[in-house]
């Protein structure tokens, strides 16, 4: 069984190529941070990020949420 840290690292490394954002800090969240999870929880993870300095520059406004 892969290492779950390993994949959670992935996906965000594909999140970033993806939406062309860096990602500053990722923490865990949901029921395994604090300690309710079920033997089938997921795995749920929220991130601080930027966007390139052109996407605040413009008049309109990109998302500032990214779902997974």
Same mark, same amino acid.
């Given at each position: 069984?892969?290492?779950i840290n390993v994949?959670?690292?992935e996906?965000? &490394?594909?999140i970033e190529k993806t939406e062309g954002v860096r990602i500053l800090? $990722?923490?865990e969240s949901g029921s395994r941070a604090w300690g309710f $999870?079920?033997?089938d929880s997921d795995y749920d993870v929220r991130f601080v990020y930027v966007?390139?300095?052109e996407d605040y520059l413009?008049? &309109?406004e990109p998302g500032d949420v990214i779902e997974w």
């Amino acid at each position: 069984m892969r290492n779950i840290n390993v994949e959670i690292n992935e996906k965000l &490394d594909e999140i970033e190529k993806t939406e062309g954002v860096r990602i500053l800090h $990722a923490v865990e969240s949901g029921s395994r941070a604090w300690g309710f $999870a079920s033997p089938d929880s997921d795995y749920d993870v929220r991130f601080v990020y930027v966007r390139p300095k052109e996407d605040y520059l413009r008049l &309109d406004e990109p998302g500032d949420v990214i779902e997974w």
